[in-house]
Structure formats: structure tokens, C-alpha cells
């Protein structure tokens, strides 16, 4: 047990997630690698996801709460309501928060969407760095928003930008019913953009061989590092298992026991993240598509879509498919009997599946899971993208169609040759020498310098 005294010494680093599923996820695995190196962490979040942790100490990093104000939230806010109460009394109890610490933090890493926080950080002697949970194509896009080289709504139907693939307006992030760049959901993606140049880091959960001429083109105008896809960082440590076991899910994960169950490479593993929410005429063809398929299938549908599902869909279907609640997606993808894996293309989904190997089936829903589908199939050949109909729905044929495709045909072997491909260049990344552990190892060093 070492001695408060030496903990006292190690360097401290607060890190700040946006308060949703796909950004607590890679940030909390980053924290839990940067204390398996030896460095202080106070993982610093709402009370709304503080409560959703299973203990609040993992070793060196410790799960504190500041609050948003959600608590005192009565009726039902509009989207720009909610960005503007979380900013204002978020940043207000996180600067007191600081202030209050008695052993002072060095660093303080912050999700790229509240750039505000770099303020907070400076104005007490902190130094920052901004950590971006998207691909770093993705973030290229918002960056030339920002700049205006790129105007929103998108005027051509095809646009060209440096160091990235030719992109139809169907490629690009959207926003769905934010038409105006300047609404908030289009605002706060481009604003990740803001304060860039006074910060000290800029992460990226990415690798560099998975994004080579993007990374290499934003690396030319910002000092950024890749550092991903985190949630492999600890895969390759089996000793830190334990911690690997440290999750916030949001939701209660259901046993997925039932995977031991079924044949290798058998089922469809099916989600759509933590956040989009599709029509129930589409989610009456994902569920007869998976009934029609030669697959069984495992269905994430989070309890407040349940009521979209067919009619007793899941009696009907309890031969041939499980419907969970919620699961744990990484050990999931993991399972040798996942075949292939239905998704909207969230980055952290896309990521997960491409350490395991796993080829994907693209049905994107909105902001980039449009650009994420795009490179699954035109870059990295790992997956397929749905049609959608002319209403806007992907049919049951449809679904039943690319599941078949993407197990059985020729084309479905080489989706999964060019996953594992991928599989062996993450850990390549993540691995002692790789370019993600080495730039993680150099923060690491400054910060034993500036804390010693
Ligand atoms: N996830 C999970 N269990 C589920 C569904 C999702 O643990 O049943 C996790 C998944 O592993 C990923 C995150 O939730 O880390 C979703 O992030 P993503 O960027 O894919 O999508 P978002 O939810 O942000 O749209």
C-alpha cells in the first residue's frame, strides 16, 4: 500500500467527459490507462452518472460528482434550454470544485464539445487538454464549419475537402432538424473548434494508420496526438483486468449468457448506441428483416423504445433472437459467437467492432455516423451501408439482404479478412511501441516532469 505521501506525489489529473454514454466511455477508459501508468486521476462527472458507477475508486482514479442543475430540472427543457443551464452551472460548480481541492491538480482533460473548460483550467494555473470523442475525418468536417470553408446547409452535392475522400451530402454529419448553423447541436460540434489555440493537448481517439492522411493533415495545423481507440488500451494488459471491469453504463447491462449458447459466428449482434431513436415503422422492418434473416440475433433496445417492437415480437421471436435492455457491447463484439454486427455507425461502436474483428452492417442515424458509415465501406471495407426506400425507411428485404451478404457470400469473407486486418493494426496502435501507447507514454513523461 503506498504511502499518502507518495500518492501525494504522483501527478494529478482531473478528466471531464461530456455527460452521455459515448463520452464517458472512451474517457473513462483513457483515465484508467493513465492511472495504470502511475498518474492521479479524479474523473470528474455528473450526479446524474456518478450514481451509475459501481464504485466510485478504481486504484488511482476516483469518481467525484459536480452538478449540472439536472436535479433541480422540473419540466421538460428544449435542446438549447439544456446546453445553456449545463454550461452555466456545470462550468460555475466545476471551477468551485477546483478551488475547494486540497491536493491541487496539474492537467485537467476535457471533452472537445465543452471547450469552455479550457478557461476554467487556465484562470487556475491549470493546463488543458481537449479530447475528442469523434473520428478524426469527422472532426476535420466540423473543423471547416467552423472555419466557414465548408457552409452548412451543404450547398454541393458533392464535396471536396484536403486529405479526405470525395463526400456526398449523404456522407456528411447532419443534424437532422437543425437546418441552421447556428442552432446549438450544429454550433457545439463546430465550437470543439474554439479555444484550440491556447490549449497545451489535443487527444484523439483514433489511430493514426486508421485515418493516415487526415490525421497527418490536421496534424500539420494543431499539435494533436491519437491516443485510441482507448478502449483497447487496457485489453492489452491482461493484469489490469479488474479495471478493465471499472464501466459506467447508464443503463443496467443484461446477461448475455445466452452467447455461450449459440454457435460461432451465428448471431447478429444489434444496436443503435445510447441516443437515437428510430420510427416505429423502422423498427417493425429491423425486427421481421432479423426474423427473415438465416442468423439469431442479439437486439439492444433500450427500455424506452420497447414499445416500437411488433406485437409480442419478443414471445415470437424467443426462439431465434434475445432482446436485452442493455448489454456489455465491447465483451459482446468480443464473443466468438457474434457474426456481424447491425449498427448506426456511433464512433465508439465503430471502434469496438474493428478491435474485435467483427464486420458491420451501416445504418447510420445522424451527426457522424453518416461520414463513419461512408469509410466502413468506400475505406476500410469492413461493412456494408443499408438502403433506405424511398420514405426514408430500410425495409425488412433490405435487412434480411446485407445480413445474408455480409455472412455467407464472398463478399462477407472479405469483410472479415479486412476486419481482423484492422483488429491486428488496433493493437499494433495500442500496443508497447505503437503510435497511440507512444504518444500516451509521452504525455505521461511531461506529466511526471511538470508534477516532480
Ligand atoms: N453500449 C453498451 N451497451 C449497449 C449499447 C451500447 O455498452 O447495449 C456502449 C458501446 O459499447 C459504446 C457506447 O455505448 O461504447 C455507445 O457509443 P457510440 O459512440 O457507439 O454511440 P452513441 O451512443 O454515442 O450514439
Known amino acids: 500500500m503506498e504511502t499518502e505521501v507518495a500518492t501525494a506525489r504522483r501527478p494529478h489529473v482531473l ?19 493513465l492511472a495504470s501508468k502511475g498518474v492521479r486521476i479524479t474523473f470528474i462527472t455528473t450526479k446524474a452518472v456518478t450514481k ?24 421538460p427543457e428544449s435542446i438549447e434550454g439544456y446546453f445553456k443551464r449545463f454550461k452555466a452551472v456545470f462550468s460555475k460548480n466545476l471551477a468551485r470544485f477546483i478551488d475547494e481541492q486540497r491536493d491541487a491538480a496539474q492537467v485537467i482533460v476535457y471533452d472537445s464539445t465543452m471547450p469552455w473548460v479550457l478557461d476554467i483550467a487556465h484562470e487556475r494555473g491549470l ?44 456522407d456528411l454529419p447532419s443534424f437532422l432538424e437543425f437546418t441552421d448553423p447556428k442552432q446549438t447541436i450544429p454550433t457545439v460540434m463546430a465550437d470543439q473548434f474554439s479555444n484550440l489555440e491556447k490549449v497545451d ?21 494543431y499539435p494533436i ?81 420497447v414499445d416500437k417492437l411488433p406485437d409480442d415480437f419478443t414471445s415470437l421471436a424467443s426462439e431465434k433472437g434475445l432482446i436485452v435492455g442493455w448489454c456489455k457491447q465491447p465483451e459482446v463484439l468480443a464473443h466468438r459467437a457474434i457474426a456481424c454486427f447491425l449498427t448506426h455507425c456511433g464512433w465508439n461502436s465503430t471502434l469496438e467492432a474493428l478491435s474485435c474483428g467483427v464486420p458491420l452492417i451501416a445504418m447510420p442515424q445522424w451527426v457522424d455516423q453518416q461520414m463513419n458509415s461512408k469509410f466502413i465501406e468506400d475505406v476500410w471495407g469492413v461493412g456494408v451501408r443499408v438502403k433506405r426506400g424511398e420514405d426514408g425507411i430500410v425495409g425488412r428485404e433490405e435487412i434480411a439482404m446485407c445480413i445474408k451478404e455480409v455472412t455467407e457470400e464472398d463478399r462477407g469473407m472479405e469483410l472479415k479478412r479486412n476486419a481482423c486486418m484492422w483488429k491486428d493494426l488496433v493493437n499494433e496502435a495500442v500496443e508497447k511501441g505503437g503510435t497511440s501507447a507512444n504518444n500516451i507514454e509521452d504525455f505521461v513523461s511531461k506529466l511526471m516532469c511538470i508534477s516532480g
Open 127 to 170: 493546463r488543458g487538454a481537449s479530447f475528442f470523442t469523434q473520428s478524426c475525418a469527422v472532426s476535420a468536417v466540423f473543423y471547416h464549419l467552423k472555419q466557414e470553408t465548408l457552409r452548412f446547409p451543404y450547398e454541393d452535392s458533392v464535396v471536396s475537402l484536403p486529405s479526405l475522400p470525395a463526400l456526398g451530402t449523404k
Open 225 to 305: 496526438k491519437t491516443v485510441g481507440p482507448t478502449f483497447s488500451l487496457l485489453q492489452m494488459d491482461k493484469k489490469l483486468s479488474n479495471s478493465k471491469n471499472h464501466t459506467i453504463n447508464l443503463l443496467e447491462p443484461a446477461c448475455t449468457e445466452w452467447l455461450d449458447s449459440r454457435e460461432t459466428g451465428s448471431v447478429v449482434y444489434v444496436s443503435f448506441g445510447s441516443i437515437a431513436s428510430l420510427g416505429k415503422k423502422q423498427m417493425e422492418e429491423v425486427a421481421w428483416g432479423l426474423m427473415t434473416s438465416n442468423c439469431y440475433f442479439l437486439w439492444v433496445v433500450r427500455p424506452l423504445e
Open 201 to 221: 493537448w489535443i487527444f484523439l481517439n483514433t489511430f493514426d494508420k486508421l485515418e493516415n492522411q487526415v490525421v497527418e493533415w490536421m496534424a500539420s495545423r
Open 52 to 75: 451509475s458507477a459501481k464504485s466510485s475508486l478504481c486504484g488511482l482514479l476516483t469518481i467525484v460528482d459536480v452538478s449540472d442543475g439536472s436535479e433541480d430540472v422540473k419540466d
Open 15 to 33: 478528466v471531464v467527459p461530456y455527460p452521455a454514454q459515448g463520452h464517458i466511455n472512451p474517457a473513462l477508459e483513457f483515465a484508467k490507462y
